[in-house]
């Protein structure tokens, strides 16, 4: 199992250790490509293949050297996002969702020396693939419903163009916890919202919650704003640092904005 998403050793070891893609991810709309770090095992994947006798799968690779590598070349162009910031915007989620202390955004960094060049690399997450946003909220575990909870305020605070339920992945550990990946549409300046998740519209937000983004507004007056001036816009942190005000004066989570306010797909 990797490290937690927090653990400074990870965050060093997925900046240096030697990379080599696995595969691609089929469904994903630009480059996503699966890859293992070769700093523990340093074989390949060729010399994998000539031990087992046949192409390795993933269960023969150690779930901890595994991450997600989403090069800046492989981001398809989009109208209302700045080409190549993509990957950027991945590792500046990761780093609010530190700031407000819900680490629930895997380990991600940037790295300029990937084998397809510049781009974002993630811990990998070993999930169950048949449990997604819906099926978490429909099982009504209290721990797990808490921590979608903070995905809406997180997600709100981003703007996130695109959250799908299949963005929603849960570990199975004790106590359960959720993870949220996929964040390269967000902290445009404009609403950009769209999610599965309006089932709180206008609701009142949980007091700790509120807490923590006055904490990140108070942490965006330091030096969390100069580390994510080095991934995103002026006026992209300075938007965020509104937001932050306007939940906190709202107080309850969002209500829809734009005319399409679920992503497409929904998975």
């Not at 993870?179 to 709180?200: I, M, N, Q």
């Amino acid at each position: 199992m990797s490290a937690p998403a927090g653990s400074t050793d990870q965050a060093g070891r997925l900046r240096s250790a030697p990379l080599e893609v696995v595969g691609r991810f089929a469904d994903a709309s630009n480059a996503t490509l699966l890859a293992r770090l070769t700093d523990r095992d340093t074989r390949s994947l060729e010399d994998l293949a000539a031990g087992l006798g046949r192409s390795p799968g993933l269960d023969d690779l150690d779930v901890g050297d595994l991450v997600v590598y989403k090069p800046e070349r492989g981001e398809r162009p989009l109208w209302d996002f700045p080409a190549g910031t993509l990957h950027r915007r991945e590792v500046a989620a990761y780093e609010v969702s530190c700031a407000l202390g819900w680490e629930q955004v895997p380990t991600t960094v940037l790295r300029t020396d990937g084998p397809f060049g510049r781009g974002s690399v993630q811990a990998f997450v070993a999930h169950d693939p048949e449990q997604h946003y819906f099926t978490l909220l429909e099982g009504g575990d209290t721990e797990v419903v808490a921590q979608l909870a903070r995905m809406i305020v997180f997600d709100d605070l981003l703007q996130n163009a695109d959250r799908k339920a299949g963005h929603v992945l849960l570990e199975a550990v004790t106590p359960p916890r959720v993870w949220l990946v996929d964040h390269g549409v967000c902290f445009h300046t404009e609403v950009k919202l769209r999610t599965v998740a309006w089932e709180r519209a206008g609701a009142p937000v949980p007091p700790a919650l509120l807490a923590d983004v006055d904490g990140l507004r108070e942490a965006l007056a330091g030096d969390l704003a100069a580390r994510l001036a080095l991934l995103l816009a002026e006026e992209e942190v300075a938007a965020l640092t509104q937001r932050c005000v306007q939940v906190l004066e709202r107080g309850s989570f969002p209500h829809p904005e734009v005319p399409h306010p679920y992503p497409w797909p929904l998975l």
